[in-house]
């Protein structure tokens, strides 16, 4: 990651990251690198290589492309917080966070929700990211994110599924939605179907991945 | 025809909304209290949003002739929030006796869950206790279901019909809602919902009985405007001016008129303005000279 920082944030993420490590997320320091970590370290994508995808392994789950480098700082800060921190401060601070969180932040948080320690604590989070007006949320919990296969019950993730058709967000990369696609799900894909030809509206070339039962095709 | 916007959320329009209603014809709304896009976490950030639709937005509407009424709840998205649901409904005791409170409303369901299940059916509860109509909100996801399971709950709940009013309806889900004795609202969007032309053919084989039309203008992507051009939509099919002004100003006075707290009449015109009045101190003028009509004249 320090490859791509600027040459100022380098120290200056090497000490957040250190007092994360030795504080965890409740003191002032860790605050201040969580809410300035888009001004030291900027919004670009981070992505990796064919040989730093070949070197990291199987860490290149934790790095996947199409993070942005604050997402990704931020990711690893609390990652690195969490280690100190007693569960219930954990899951306290996950929370606060998320609801105390601006846009980027929230970003960062339902990307790295599938890395926290015990993640099946967080489905309250990943409910909010999926309710939120903000897309951007809905995008990345459907975009590459094992996390809502793995962890979200049947309504929530039959909520998120079919929000993403409404909104024309691609279920390509939801991985896990084959094993996922259960017949509660594909009846209401089909509600969706039948209501949007009533309407005279066009139908998303999605519907088919669950309509057509693609079994893990997707992962 | 003075004609009647009963779902529109005023707080997010401006005064050139308020403008270009009131010179389209539009003297009344109801304004029911909703999710302003992002979650609210305490309750009293609800209480600020009910006062302002009691006070400033009343005020508001008025600078502009606009008959301006309101409905509270907490709305379904919310509902999720447990550690704030019952503290909002507790606060509603305090405000559904106040005037110019209509209905309860927008209850219902969103991603149909058990909180959601549970606030609507307290809320149902609540409009008994207080003797209000409810307003509720159908889902946009797995509407056709959620309908029905809202007519299922007023009828278990043994609340009458005449009283709720059901919303956002659409082509799949209107014959389930008029056959249950509730009235059907129908929000007119520019790309989702029901649109004017759509709508034009459901009154086309439904005709006009407890059939209401909206904008449901809020922050997003909408048009205050959509009650009148539905209107227009109607009379280019060659639907009647009678049944247009049963759907556009007689059903949403008689529905929000069993509350007993709508003072206006079935033939009314629009209210007078008054630019001169302020309200606790504030204009809705920035250096403009007041607009004053004549005691109940006609808003042209």
């Known amino acids: ?219 | 025809m003075p004609l009647f916007d009963p779902h529109i959320h005023m707080t997010s329009r401006t005064t050139d909304d308020y403008q270009a209603m009131a010179a389209a014809g539009i003297a009344a709304i109801v304004e029911p209290a909703f999710w302003v896009g992002q979650p609210r976490t305490h309750v009293g950030t609800f209480e600020d949003y009910f006062l302002s639709l009691l006070g400033w937005e009343r005020f508001r509407a008025q600078q502009f002739g606009i008959r301006h009424f309101c409905a509270l709840a907490l709305n379904p998205k919310e509902a999720n929030n447990e550690a704030l649901a019952s503290g909002v409904i507790d606060l509603l005791r305090q405000y559904l006796e106040k005037d110019g409170v209509v209905a309860v409303g927008e209850i219902g369901y969103d991603d149909q869950t058990e909180p959601e299940h549970r606030c609507f059916a307290e809320q149902l509860a609540l409009a008994r206790e207080f003797e209000l109509p409810v307003l509720i909100h159908t889902p946009h996801r797995d509407k056709k279901r959620g309908t029905l399971r809202t007519l299922e709950l007023i009828k278990d709940s043994q609340f009458p019909p005449e009283l709720a009013l059901v919303d956002h309806n659409n082509e799949e889900t209107l014959d389930a809602v008029l056959h249950s004795g509730c009235w059907a609202g129908h929000s007119i969007y520019p790309a989702t919902k029901m649109d004017e032309t759509r709508m034009a053919a459901l009154v086309k084989t439904h005709g006009p009985d407890r059939i209401l039309v909206n904008s449901a203008a809020d922050w997003g992507v909408s048009d205050p405007l959509k009650v009148p051009k539905t209107a227009q939509a109607m009379r280019e099919v060659g639907i009647g001016e009678s049944a247009i002004e049963t759907i556009c100003w007689r059903n949403p006075v008689q529905f929000f008129a069993q509350s007993g707290r709508m003072d206006i009449a079935l033939g009314a015109s629009a209210a007078a303005v008054d630019q001169r009045r302020l309200w606790e101190g504030n204009s809705v003028l920035r250096g403009q000279a007041p607009r004053i009509d004549e005691p109940h004249g006609k808003v042209g």
């Open chain 1, 1 to 219: 990651m320090s490859a791509r920082l600027s040459f100022a944030a380098v120290p200056w993420f090497a000490d957040a990251l250190a007092a994360a490590a030795q504080r965890g997320a409740t003191d002032r320091t860790f605050l201040a690198a969580w809410n300035g970590m888009g001004r030291h370290l900027g919004g670009a994508p981070v992505l990796l290589s064919q040989t730093e995808m070949a070197t990291l392994g199987s860490e290149a789950a934790v790095a996947p492309q199409r993070w942005a480098l604050d997402e990704l700082g931020r990711a690893v800060l609390l990652l690195s917080a969490m280690d100190v921190m007693t569960p219930e401060q954990q899951e306290r601070t996950v929370v606060e966070l998320f609801r105390k969180g601006e846009l980027r932040q929230q970003q960062a948080l339902a990307r790295v929700l599938g890395y926290l320690p015990d993640p099946g604590r967080f489905v309250g989070v990943a409910a909010d990211a999926i309710r939120s007006n903000a897309l951007s949320l809905l995008e990345i919990m459907v975009g590459g994110n094992a996390f809502p296969a793995m962890h979200l019950p049947e309504l929530t993730f039959n909520q998120m599924v079919v929000k993403a058709l409404f909104n024309d967000i691609s279920l390509q990369h939801l991985p896990g939605l084959g094993r996922r696609c259960t017949s509660e799900l594909v009846r209401m894909v089909r509600a969706m179907v039948s209501e949007r030809t009533a309407a005279g509206r066009p139908v998303p070339a999605d519907v088919a991945l669950i309509t057509q039962g693609e079994p893990d095709a997707t992962v």
